[in-house]
């Protein structure tokens, strides 16, 4: 008897609880069905969020100016942080924990690459990376791989 006892008591606590959070996070203004457009004025428990439409992303604004001196590499290492290319390939175009190695790459083949976007790569918009950025950074590239 103490078994059966035990057990229903067991289960009607994990039960009440299960419900309570079930109903706790289906109140929340944070679930994904209370996403409302504006702030909702009767709603005083936890502070209230907004979310708006997607914005298109425009760069890390990591950008900084092309060094007055040290060639092209130098400015194809500014570019290749600047533009977002290290954060997925390394520092040294070397790989990274998304990207695969760049080093040897020419700026014809990192142009087929920044045009099309293989893989999980987003694609470049047109106009973003300039032939001259492709040449400083391929430049960058064969003299880290030196």
Known sequence: MKRFTFATIAAVVVSSLA???LAIGA???YTHANL???FDPRY?????ALVGLPAQYR???LEA???ASGGLAARGRVLLVGKGCAACHGLEGRGGVVGPTIVGFNALELRAKTDKGPGGMPAYRSGELADADLEAIA???K???E
Request: net charge positive; no cysteine; hydrophobic share 25%.
């Open 19 to 21: 419900v309570g959070l």
């Open 27 to 29: 109140r929340s203004p």
């Open 36 to 38: 409302l457009p504006r």
């Open 44 to 48: 005083v428990r936890t502070e209230q």
């Open 59 to 61: 760069g890390a604004g």
């Open 65 to 67: 100016p092309p060094p």
């Open 139 to 141: 430049a960058y590239l």
């Open 143 to 145: 003299s880290s791989s």
